[in-house]
């Protein structure tokens, strides 16, 4: 895993280089805007992490012009503009994802691994499939080891989400805003409940639990 | 627009116009102006009037006691026969002309005279008698107007002299017509010239109005508009824009100032809290500082989201945050919102429900608006006991969407209902409920963001917060993307 990053505040990039590198990434770095174009179009990344305020060439121009010569890797922005409108304009200037500072490590890298994930895949999926668990996207049902599990609409999505990110951490926040596609700070964890409810149908009668909390981070669905 | 809706809603803003005029004081003091003029003029004219119209009718009053001096002359010195050859001697001179005698004896049968009948009308105590004259004129065909004295002579004789007064009357009757007509175009003209001056000083009024407006919307680049005359409403206008020049720049730096503090504590706050991240992966799971390290990155983030949400306040009271608007359904938007908590509720069984009405528009922020009604839920989810009911209902009421949150929890004092929406506010002193005291604060700053009004109600018993936006009408993507652009 390949990772550029573009952020000129250098305890901050040193902390995240740190992390990311823990984390089993090899982590290019850049203080500058040109230089971060410059590395981005010449290296072969997997995924870029881009700072919306930067000297020399802002974030938003880096992708604009990687995207305008054909280049598709994967954008994750970092911002502390911390406005909803700053989002929208970052994610059409052709960024893949948009997180605000201050933010968690583990919500950076939850963030990541998506952004890797969703570059891998190509046929889009009718099922889904996790250890005994099935979905099926396009009859709408779920079952587990051939037991048939009756979800709420919202549970159904809520499931997905977490299916198509199997094995990877799935952060609440990455929840609301995929699920309920609304960005806000729910001040209470509203998403535990409804992670409790959908775990009181798919893990209650099964030996073997599927849905886990990782402390700190949020959630994950896997097979082991 | 469709012509008749166009001409509607030109007319409509005729008549606001009109009214804004009639309301306004320089209109009012241009009307008291007119009063007094109209007073002036009509005190001027009376005079005139008088003067004209009384000197004829005093003129009148003047030759017919000459004449009667000279006919009472005659009958004292030469008798009755003398004064009736005297009067014949005149009418024969001039039979319908400006002058009327008439002397009867006591069975009111003419003796000599112009007139054929003794007129039917009462003098009064001096003698003097208005009456009129039938079969007069040239062809005696005319009914004139007349006035004359009467008296009683020896042997109950009467005696009647007067005078043809009917171009008098037409004189005068002319003379009050011109006086009368002048006064009403005097008035006229008055309200006319006042009219215009107060639309002008108002259309200037309602410039520095409408820009203040905009201001306390949060527009502090707003300047008012100077007509370039150089006149006193420009050196008003100049004024005020030097003053709001002097806010801004105040207002900016404070703004500077506080964001300033605000990243400066931040951004340290994250590099404390991102050290401790990297320290709690280098202590073993089984330590207990592990959990330590834990508890304190946790109280880092509550500091965090503290400072954030106070930043995020000011942002958006500073207003200038509308470039996310769009045309927005409540409806489905509080529906979201009931289904994303009615767990939470169910968890403290409580009862969380949804009340709704068909399509309710507003021009908003989506996730800001669903931030504000979620601080309002959680409040009510907090602070009622368990078993409580929470509602939350969008209605529409004419030009307004009301959205509401009901509970039947211990409610918030009357007194404190104002207080409530300071930053760091709470009711429970205790502090003993977690929470920032900051949710209602945010609450209204969106109210106002979207100029909507916030009102506490008494649920009896129970808090009910009602929000009134104003109700928009549904766009196609394009309208609204262009009014996105010029929000």
């Given at each position: 895993m390949r990772i550029l990053l573009v952020e000129d505040d250098r305890q901050m990039a040193d902390y995240l280089r740190k992390a990311l590198a823990e984390a089993g990434a090899v982590v290019d770095q850049a203080?500058?805007?040109?230089?971060?174009?410059?590395?981005?179009?010449?290296?072969?990344?997997?995924?870029?992490?881009?700072?919306?305020?930067?000297?020399?060439?802002?974030?938003?121009?880096?992708?604009?012009?990687?995207?305008?010569?054909?280049?598709?890797?994967?954008?994750?922005?970092?911002?502390?503009?911390?406005?909803?409108?700053?989002?929208?304009?970052?994610?059409?200037?052709?960024?893949?994802?948009?997180?605000?500072k201050p933010f968690a490590f583990s919500e950076l890298q939850a963030r990541v691994e998506a952004l890797l994930r969703r570059g891998t895949a190509d046929a889009p999926e009718t099922r889904l499939r996790v250890a005994d668990l099935e979905m099926d996207l396009l009859k709408r049902d779920?079952?587990?080891?051939?037991?048939?599990?009756?979800?709420?609409?919202?549970?159904?999505?809520?499931?997905?989400?977490l299916m198509r990110h199997a094995g990877q951490v799935v952060t609440r926040t990455m929840l609301l805003e995929q699920v309920w596609d609304y960005h806000f700070d729910p001040q209470t964890n509203v998403i535990d409940v409804h992670i409790s409810r959908l775990r009181g149908k798919i893990d209650k009668d099964f030996e073997r639990p599927l849905l886990h909390t990782v402390r700190g981070a949020g959630y994950m669905l896997r097979a082991e | 627009?469709?012509?008749?809706?166009?001409?509607?809603?030109?007319?409509?803003?005729?008549?606001?116009?009109?009214?804004?005029?009639?309301?306004?004081?320089?209109?009012?003091?241009?009307?008291?102006?007119?009063?007094?003029?109209?007073?002036?003029?009509?005190?001027?004219?009376?005079?005139?009037?008088?003067?004209?119209?009384?000197?004829?009718?005093?003129?009148?009053?003047?030759?017919?006691?000459?004449?009667?001096?000279?006919?009472?002359?005659?009958?004292?010195?030469?008798?009755?026969?003398?004064?009736?050859?005297?009067?014949?001697e005149r009418v024969a001179r001039d039979p319908v002309g400006s002058s009327v005698y008439l002397l009867v004896d006591d069975r009111l049968e003419r003796v000599v005279g112009n007139l054929d009948r003794w007129p039917p009308e009462i003098p009064d105590a001096q003698g003097w008698i208005r009456f009129r004259l039938r079969e007069w004129g040239p062809a005696r065909a005319e009914e004139h107007e007349a006035r004359g004295q009467v008296f009683s002579l020896r042997g109950g004789l009467r005696l009647l002299?007067?005078?043809?007064?009917?171009?008098?009357?037409?004189?005068?009757?002319?003379?009050?017509?011109?006086?009368?007509?002048?006064?009403?175009?005097?008035?006229?003209?008055a309200l006319l010239g006042s009219w215009l001056m107060s639309a002008g000083l108002v259309r200037r009024l309602?410039?520095?109005?409408?820009?203040?407006?905009?201001?306390?919307?949060?527009?502090?680049?707003?300047?008012?508009?100077?007509?370039?005359?150089?006149?006193?409403?420009?050196?008003?206008?100049?004024?005020?824009?030097?003053?709001?020049?002097?806010?801004?720049?105040?207002?900016?730096?404070?703004?500077?100032?506080?964001?300033?503090?605000?990243?400066?504590?931040?951004?340290?706050?994250?590099?404390?809290?991102?050290k401790l991240e990297l320290l709690k992966a280098e202590l073993p799971e089984t330590l207990g500082a592990r959990t330590l390290a834990e508890e304190?990155?946790?109280?880092?983030?509550?500091?965090?989201?503290?400072?954030?949400?106070?930043?995020?306040?000011?942002?958006?009271?500073?207003?200038?945050?509308?470039?996310?608007?769009?045309?927005?359904?409540?409806?489905?938007l509080v529906e979201d919102l009931v289904e994303l908590y009615e767990p939470v509720a169910a968890d403290r069984e409580q009862d969380l429900s949804y009340g709704g009405c068909g399509e309710a528009w507003i021009f908003g922020d989506r996730d800001l608006v669903f931030q504000a009604l979620t601080n309002l839920?959680?409040?009510?989810?907090?602070?009622?006991?368990?078993?409580?009911?929470?509602?939350?209902?969008?209605?529409?009421?004419?030009?307004?969407?009301?959205?509401?949150?009901?509970?039947?929890?211990?409610?918030?004092?009357?007194?404190?209902?104002?207080?409530?929406?300071?930053?760091?506010?709470?009711?429970?002193?205790?502090?003993?409920?977690?929470?920032?005291?900051?949710?209602?604060?945010?609450?209204?700053?969106v109210a106002q963001l979207h100029r909507a009004s916030i009102a506490l109600l008494d649920n009896q018993p129970g808090l009910r917060v009602r929000i009134a936006f104003a109700r928009a009408q549904p766009r196609t993507a394009v309208e609204s993307a262009t009014a996105a652009e010029t929000a």
């Open positions: 203080a500058e805007g040109r230089e971060g174009l410059l590395l981005a179009a010449s290296g072969d990344y997997d995924v870029l992490i881009l700072d919306r305020m930067l000297p020399g060439l802002d974030g938003l121009g880096i992708v604009r012009t990687l995207r305008a010569s054909g280049n598709q890797t994967p954008v994750l922005f970092l911002s502390a503009l911390g406005e909803v409108d700053d989002r929208v304009e970052g994610l059409r200037a052709g960024g893949d994802d948009y997180l605000i779920v079952s587990r080891a051939g037991t048939e599990i009756l979800l709420q609409p919202r549970e159904f999505r809520l499931l997905e989400c | 627009m469709t012509p008749p809706a166009l001409a509607l809603g030109a007319w409509a803003q005729l008549r606001s116009g009109a009214a804004r005029i009639l309301r306004s004081s320089t209109f009012r003091l241009a009307l008291l102006y007119v009063v007094l003029l109209g007073a002036s003029v009509a005190i001027l004219l009376g005079f005139i009037y008088w003067s004209t119209a009384g000197y004829m009718d005093r003129q009148t009053t003047a030759t017919i006691q000459a004449e009667i001096r000279g006919l009472a002359e005659q009958y004292r010195r030469v008798g009755l026969g003398g004064l009736t050859s005297l009067i014949s002299v007067g005078r043809d007064v009917r171009d008098l009357e037409a004189t005068r009757a002319l003379i009050l017509d011109a006086l009368t007509w002048g006064l009403a175009i005097t008035a006229a003209l309602e410039a520095i109005n409408q820009t203040s407006r905009e201001i306390m919307e949060g527009d502090l680049s707003r300047r008012i508009p100077l007509s370039g005359s150089g006149d006193d409403f420009d050196a008003l206008a100049a004024s005020l824009n030097r003053m709001l020049e002097r806010i801004e720049a105040l207002m900016a730096s404070v703004r500077q100032v506080s964001d300033n503090i605000a990243h400066d504590l931040r951004t340290p706050l994250t590099r404390l809290r991102n304190t990155i946790a109280d880092a983030e509550e500091m965090l989201a503290t400072f954030n949400a106070l930043l995020r306040i000011a942002r958006i009271e500073s207003g200038s945050r509308r470039s996310a608007f769009q045309d927005l359904d409540l409806g489905p839920v959680d409040n009510a989810i907090k602070y009622t006991p368990p078993g409580g009911r929470i509602r939350a209902q969008v209605g529409v009421e004419g030009d307004c969407i009301l959205v509401e949150v009901a509970d039947d929890g211990p409610g918030i004092p009357a007194a404190l209902h104002t207080q409530v929406f300071r930053r760091f506010f709470r009711v429970d002193d205790s502090r003993s409920t977690p929470g920032s005291g900051l949710g209602l604060s945010l609450v209204q700053a």
